[in-house]
């Protein structure tokens, strides 16, 4: 009869430990890379939001001062108005019409201005609705890149440990955080908690 050798059981566990140890180190890589697009993500919504938030404070303080030119040519208009009512009768033909011509040039100022005023204000609203948008972003980045943190550590741990159980841990965890990644690209939902 010919002899038939037996595999080694401690060889058998050695290969499985590292055929399990190279899956679970090349999943870990994936998370790293994971995590990787989640900080980009987390640091350009970050940007965004500053960015959005100083561009709507500048436009906020254009629109005071047109609000503030608009109010000195209506105050303008109104003592010279008050003036020609008090003693235009008095004035001659000459200067009436030089009053009446100053007070038109007021009134036009002050209709652009409004105009004005009202295209800075809609500037000023869309920056703020960029930034709240942003904002609204934020929070998903950072729980993402929090929970694919810990799965590689707990990916770590699992190697070391040669522990599905802790691998399986470590893999909920990643999925979870790489949808909060997705939706902080995407935000296809909102959580309350976050916001």
């Known amino acids: 009869m010919p002899e038939v050798e037996l595999p080694n059981t401690e060889e058998l566990a050695e290969a499985g430990r590292k055929q399990f140890t190279k899956k679970v180190a090349l999943t870990t890589a994936v998370f ?19 960015l959005a938030q100083q561009q709507s404070s500048d436009q906020w303080a254009f629109y005071q001062s047109k609000v503030i030119r608009q109010h000195l040519y209506n105050i303008e208009k109104m003592r010279m108005e008050a003036e020609l009512l008090k003693s235009g009768h008095l004035m001659s033909r000459e200067d009436r019409g030089q009053y009446e011509a100053a007070l038109k040039k007021m009134s036009d100022e002050e209709r652009r201005y409004d105009a004005e005023k009202k295209k800075i204000e809609q500037q000023a609203k869309e920056l703020e609705g960029e930034r709240d948008r942003y904002r ?50 995407l935000l296809l939902f909102r959580i309350p908690l976050f916001h």
Request: hydrophobic share 55%.
């Open 32 to 50: 790293a890379v994971m995590l990787a697009v989640t900080s980009l993500g987390g640091n350009n919504a970050t940007k965004e939001m500053l």
């Open 136 to 185: 609204t972003k934020d929070p998903y980045f950072d729980y993402a890149e929090v929970l694919l943190q810990i799965s590689i550590v707990m990916a770590s741990i699992s190697i070391l440990a040669v522990s599905r159980q802790i691998f399986y841990f470590a893999l909920a965890t990643s999925i979870l955080g790489v949808v909060f990644m997705l939706n902080g690209y």
